[in-house]
């Protein structure tokens, strides 16, 4: 039989010192105001959830430009960041640990979101589906490719985002380089045809991924506080083709990260809600040799797989995703063995209070 055990043991990750080992992955949950202002129960919902070791906010855009689904939060207004304000309160007020998400989508993206504007990505690829508007879903377009001078002021986004998610009271940040958004386009040349600075080469394509991060980590004081999504082997959204190279290209940016000694790399194994199975040549263990910092693995993990996992040393915590969404109280259930609620995904995105907050615990 598994030993659980280590779950529930302590773990840091630079300088954030989790209770245990079980982190709560971001989820968008697309219940906030046109402005990207989280609602008043977002505070409950993450205090609920405050019983993980870490836990990481759905994902936030850093600027009206980044938006790519209807409803999302963000992170560049004082009023955003007022409303933040009282969720890390909340969450602190639990003894719990949260870092921001930060999150701009690229390609992912319709021009409804952006007053008939194109999405703005690395080249004029079109993602293949479909975009999450307010008038519900809708073709992907063609997005417009980024002028050389304007990647720089995206940089300037993030470090102004990543200034207030500390004025929010977050515990840190995580940088979205996951799921073929903005900097995942820059990373792969399935996304990134660029002639200039930031295409062509591995070291172009990471140039603009890697200015991010030193903006990110500089606001932050270091990389102590701030961790990295990566999911090198995803095709979620768009069905983004993977890079030519997965291999050299994520090793040569694992390499590249380590100098910034950021707390954490958050890896998505395999393909996002689907499959832990990477394709053939994408090696997971031999990724993990290039990360600094703590390692947090995902996708698809059960307490059982968990435990192995941490037992057998390849993971230093676990995420979990869709089973935190029913069950407030994960960390306890998996504890106590207590069996699991599942959430029907009609609650998983949009709507109120009701399918997000008010999910009860095993102990009612
Ligand atoms: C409803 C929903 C929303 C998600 N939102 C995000 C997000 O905001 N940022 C992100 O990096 N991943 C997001 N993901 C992916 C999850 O963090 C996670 O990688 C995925 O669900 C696999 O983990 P699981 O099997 O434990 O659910 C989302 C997944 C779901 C189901």
Known sequence: MTDHAILFTPVSAGALSLRNRIVMAPLTRSRSSEQGVPPDFAADYYAQRAGAGLIVSEATNISAQARGYAMTPGIWS???????????DAVHGKGGLMVLQLWHTGRISHPDLHDGALPVAPS?????????????LKDHVTPRALETDEVAAIVEDYRHAARCARDAGFDGVEVHSANNYLLEQFIRDSTNARTDRYGGSVENRLRFPLDVVRAVTDVWGGGDRVGIRISPATTMPGETPLDSDTMGTYTAYLDALAPFGLAYVHAIEGITQQTRDAPAGVDFVALRRHVTGAYIGNNTYTADLAADALNEGKVDAVSFGRPFIANPDLVERLRTGAPLADAPKQYWYGGGANGYSDWPTVSG
């Open 78 to 88: 004082e009023t955003q960041v007022g409303a933040w304000r009282r969720v890390t």
């Open 124 to 136: 004029a690829i079109r993602p293949v589906g479909q975009a999450f508007t307010l008038g519900g």
